[in-house]
Structures are given as C-alpha cells and as structure tokens.
C-alpha cells in the first residue's frame, strides 16, 4: 500500500483572495510539515494538516519562471486543476457581484467531474444582500470565509477532510516509478525516450492517464521500472515563441505518484529558483531525488575539470537535499544514461532499509553524548528512545523524549547529518519524529494521527493507575 496525498486547487479570477487564503490556511493548519530553507513554505504549494488528514494546498495564481511576466490565463488554471488536482476551490468576492469571469471559472470546474467547493470571501465587506445570487453559480457546497478575520476557516477544512479520504491506494509494490521533472525544454521526452530504448527488454508502452503524463514501463536488472514524463506543457497562443508555461499543478501529482524523481536540469541554463522550487517540493513529498544535468553534449570543450567546477556550484544551489546523486547526461550521445538505472536501484534499496531497534538506541545514545541538544533554563530537551516506523515507504524515524518542543532546527538537521553518515540514505528523503513522552505510554502520539486531546489524556491516565 503507498499512500497519495489528494490535491486541493484553489482557482478564480484575480484578486478575489486566492493567496490570502491560502496563507490563512497554512497558518491555521494543526501540524506545520516544514519549516527548513528549500522547503516549499515560501512558494505556491505547501502541504497542510487538518484533523489527521494531509494533504496538498496549491495557490493556482504563482509560481512561475522568473523570467516570464505573462500571468496564467484563468482558463488555463482551471485546465491544470482539471487534469491532476483532486478537489478544486472556486474562489469569489462576496462583496461583489457575480460576473461573467466567475460564471466561466464555475463553468469550466464543474466539467472536471472533480469536487468543487464555492468559496464566498471578503464576507467582513459585505452586506447580507450581497451574500445572494451566488447559488446560481451551480458550485455546492458554499463557504463563507474572511481572510483577514479569520471566519470560516475551519469550517472550510471540516468540510475538506469530509471529502479526502486518510485510506491508501493499492500499488504494485515490486514496481519503481520515477518521475522525469524541470522546466520547459531542458530534455525530458528526450531522456524519456533513451531510457525506454536503452533497456534490456520494453515491457509495456501505453498513453497516460493524463493527456500530461506519458508512461513507459522497462526492465532493468530484473526490476520493472514505470518511467513518467511530465514534458507535456501546453502553449498558450498569447504567448510569444519560445516561452511556455510551467505547470505546477502536474509536476506535483506527478511527484505524488513517484517513488523517485529525477529532476532535469539544462546545462547552459543552470540552477535557477523555479529548480530550487522543485526539489523543495520532492524532499517535502519524502521522494528520492537525482539531479540530472542534462544536454552536456551541447558544452563546447567539456572535460572533467568543467564538470569538477560545476558540480560543487550546483551543490551550493542545492544545499538543502545534499543527499541527492547528481549526474551528468546527454541522451544525444547515451553519457551516464544506464547509471540512472543503478543509481534508481541504489536509491530503492537504501530507501527499504530497516534498522534495528537496538542498533537505532545505541546510535542514538552516542550522538546525544557526542553533542547534547540544547535548550532553555530547567527545560533542556531529553532524547531517550528512538525507533523506525515499519510501515512507512521512506526511511522514517520516531525519536521520545521530554521537551522535544524545544529542539532546534539546527540540531535536528544535525542528527539527520549524523544518520545519514552512519546508514546509508542516499538519494532518499528521511524522516524524523520527535515525540514528547506521554505518561506511561512510551511510544506517544503517532505523527501521522490526529493530536489526543486534554479528556483523552486524562481518560488513558486514568485506565493506567487502575491497572
């Protein structure tokens, strides 16, 4: 079983409140996931917690490559929301009234077949005569809401997570997929294409589920890989040659449905925020990663000493996934492409390794020795016992102890720096739990369930002394 997180598309004409709500909500939201430099926090998709469910929040209105001013079209927001996400937010002035715009995003998201929710903002501004006429936008359920009161806000995501669904969705677990991602023509479909023509035997060729995800299943040393390119963008007839947009929406299912991501970079146009973006949103999503520079062909004189000078300069940009394997390719000339294959294979395996439970305590006494967690006056944090989470796909790991609210970030980073260079975690994103220690239960709350409250804590205390 590997679990897909739903997607939730906030769409509308502009400047009706779509960022402001989704900054509310991230502020509202029971469990922050990442506060780390690189994250995807400061961009357009972040993802949330409510009531134990997680999922995907993506502002339809940002996130585009720097160097391009042209503004999604709202019939294009609505196409990508369409395609990938799995509940979309149709966002409107409450204290306006409806117009044409409104009525064609409606329009367009009601054909998705998709859930959608009406979301009346700005309610602090209107009137109670202003609240009326909105039904007739066909969209139900409706969400009154104030960004910048706050009201609403948790109705709205009671009214989400009765939609998303905490199940899992059954996989192949004996087969990889891995995910071609980037910008616009750094090389993907060519990649695509010499992986698929490169391997020992093609097992399948088949058109994607979305007109956006073509898919090609191959073997490789006995192991079935399912590769996904993403290079379907579409062009916008409003936009000159050569510039295209970058669909956030669809790399980030994508990345969902991936166990490993590699991530196409353009040799002659390196490390720029929108790949920065990317690999933040990978590492968040708990994905494996391999950083791909692609088109080396195309570099005039290159030798190991270019490559020697680059790859530090690309590490520097990339910094927050260290662990990533960065390779060089060109699917012109066939350079390094089969060691994506073991590289794939590498990743896999350290990705399914499990650790004792014993061997995880004795490491964990050194490190705490080694370099004690600080803290403040009579609340210094304890780590006092550590285990791995058995039915997790990544490395993933819960740490119990006392005043664990109190570590900071950069001990944390520290001891996935002392994990990874005890056990081998390449090229995978890992996880680390820290725990306050519950009374009498040792193992606490799990992260992935919903927070006890103060009754129920006092009802397992209770249970306890009667034992």
Sequence with gaps: MSSKLPIVAIVGRA????????????????????????????????????????????????????????????????????????????????????????????????????????????????????LQGFDRLGVKPIFPTSTTQHRGISELLDGLVAQIPKATEPVDESRVRVALLGRPNVGKSALFNTLAQKQQAIVADRAGTTRDINRASVRYEGQEIELMDTAGIRRSGKIGVGIEHFSIIRTLAAIEQADICLLLMDVNELNTGLDQKIAGMIKEAGKGL??????WDSVEGKDAFTRDALAPRIGQEFDFVPWAPLI?????????????????????????????????????????????????????????????????????????????????????RFMEHELRASFNFEGTAVQLWFIEKEGRHKHGNSPTKPERSATQRKIIKNKARKK
Aim: proline share 3%.
């Design 15 to 130: 400047n009706v409140g779509k960022s402001s709500l989704f900054n509310a909500i991230l502020e509202r939201r029971e469990a922050i996931v990442a506060h780390e430099a690189g994250t995807t926090r400061d961009s357009i998709a972040a993802k949330a917690e409510w009531e134990g469910h997680q999922f995907w929040l993506i502002d339809t209105a940002g996130m585009k490559d720097a160097t391009d001013d042209f503004e999604f079209t709202i019939q294009e927001q609505i196409a990508q929301a369409a395609d990938s996400a799995d509940i979309i937010w149709v966002v409107v002035e409450a204290n306006v009234a409806v117009n044409e715009e409104d009525r064609r995003v409606a329009r367009i998201a009601l054909k998705s077949k998709k859930p959608v929710f009406l979301i009346l903002n700005k309610v602090d501004k209107a009137r109670g005569s202003d």
């Design 328 to 412: 060089f390719t060109s699917s012109v000339t066939g350079q390094n492409v089969t060691k994506i294959f073991d590289l794939v294979l590498q990743i896999i395996a350290n990705r399914k390794t499990r650790i004792s439970t014993r061997v995880l305590n004795v490491w964990l006494g050194s490190v705490v020795a080694k370099h004690p967690p600080a803290g403040l006056k009579n609340r210094a944090p304890k780590l006092n016992y550590m285990i791995q989470e058995d039915d997790n796909p990544i490395p993933a790991f819960k740490i119990f102890g006392a005043h664990t609210g109190f570590l900071h970030w950069s001990y944390k």
């Design 290 to 295: 391999i950083l791909v520079v692609s088109k």
